[in-house]
């Protein structure tokens, strides 16, 4: 990932240090969280997206990518690239799955994934690929227990108030 050290890997950085995000700009970084999914477990399978080298351009991504299955690129789908005006969009990798460039994997031991959170809501490049920071969305509150998604807003506002104190 771009720092203004110059690229760091994303298992090397700390809350506190700053990427450049698509705009060029540098943001902090609030937290890092990471899971270890197990694609292949036989009482929940949930499959990875692995994007081959170049398939959206030369060096995007620059390598295969392996995204997690909520992942989403800054990258119109070619059927609503007219509705758009040239305008780019957050959009799931799953809707590139072709079978070929774009593929659904289920590796057979744990993968450890990555989630950033920055100062603001951005797209960060990632192998070639501008990737969305985390956003936990509209329906997450609705899928977790009061006691956590309290518990979570405060977490937020602590983090926040370090934030614009730490400016």
């Given at each position: 990932?771009s720092?203004?050290?110059?690229?760091?890997?994303?298992?090397d950085?700390l809350?506190?240090?700053?990427?450049?995000?698509?705009?060029?700009?540098?943001?902090?970084?609030?937290?890092?969280?990471?899971?270890?999914?197990?694609?292949?477990a036989?009482?929940?399978?949930?499959?990875?997206?692995?994007?081959?080298?170049?398939?959206?351009?030369v060096?995007?991504?620059?390598?295969?990518?392996?995204?997690?299955?909520?992942?989403?690129?800054?990258?119109?789908?070619h059927?609503?690239?007219?509705?758009?005006?040239?305008?780019?969009?957050?959009?799931?990798?799953?809707?590139?799955?072709?079978?070929?460039?774009?593929?659904?994997?289920?590796p057979?031991?744990?993968?450890?994934?990555?989630?950033?959170?920055?100062?603001?809501?951005?797209?960060?490049?990632?192998?070639?690929?501008?990737?969305?920071?985390?956003h936990?969305?509209?329906?997450?509150?609705k899928?977790i227990?009061?006691?956590?998604?309290?518990?979570?807003?405060?977490c937020?506002?602590?983090?926040?108030?370090?934030?614009i104190?730490?400016?």
């Open positions: 990932m720092t203004a050290q110059g690229y760091v890997a994303i298992e950085l809350p506190g240090d700053n990427l450049h995000i698509s705009s060029g700009e540098a943001a902090k970084i609030l937290w890092i969280g990471s899971s270890t999914f197990v694609p292949a036989p009482d929940r399978r949930m499959p990875l997206i692995r994007i081959m080298a170049d398939t959206f351009g060096s995007r991504p620059s390598s295969f990518l392996t995204v997690g299955p909520s992942a989403r690129l800054l990258q119109t789908p059927h609503l690239r007219g509705n758009q005006g040239g305008t780019q969009m957050f959009t799931h990798a799953s809707e590139f799955v072709d079978g070929v460039n774009v593929i659904e994997i289920c057979p031991t744990p993968v450890q994934m990555f989630h950033i959170c920055l100062t603001p809501h951005a797209a960060v490049t990632f192998g070639g690929m501008e990737m969305e920071t985390y936990p969305g509209s329906i997450v509150t899928k227990s009061s006691e956590i998604r309290d518990y979570s807003y405060q937020s506002r602590i983090l926040l108030t370090q934030a104190l730490d400016r």
